[in-house]
């Protein structure tokens, strides 16, 4: 098993920057990717970018150029840093974590909304 503890999420102008960080606990060592969805009431849970352990990323074309994924493996932590935000990108943001053999984990949210 694996729990996850997202912050960073919050209000923010279009424009603006924010942080989400994730921090893995349990059996971590299994962990193959990380990353990060997001989510608008009514839509599908969609990809924002994922890092595998190797340091292999895929980022959602949407946000390509504005956010970046990060991982520390000793720290079992990932983190996104989103730049230059639009109203668009206003949603409920979850970490994933995907273990082979177990499936995947999931947090419990973090809202960001960019908004004036």
């Known amino acids: 098993q694996v729990q996850l503890v997202e912050s960073g999420g919050g209000l923010v102008q279009p424009g603006g920057s924010l942080r989400l960080s994730c921090a893995a606990s349990g059996s971590v060592a299994s962990i193959n990717r990380m990353g990060w969805y997001r989510q608008i009431p009514g839509k599908q849970r969609e990809l924002v970018a994922v890092i595998f352990s190797v340091g292999t990323t895929v980022i959602a074309n949407s946000v390509k150029g504005r956010f970046t994924i990060s991982r520390d493996n000793a720290k079992s932590t990932v983190t996104l840093q989103m730049n230059s935000l639009k109203p668009e990108d206003t949603a409920a943001y979850y970490c994933?974590?995907?273990?082979?053999?177990?499936?995947?984990?999931w947090g419990q949210g973090t809202q960001v909304t960019v908004s004036s």
């Open positions: 994933n974590v995907f273990v082979p053999g177990s499936g995947d984990f």
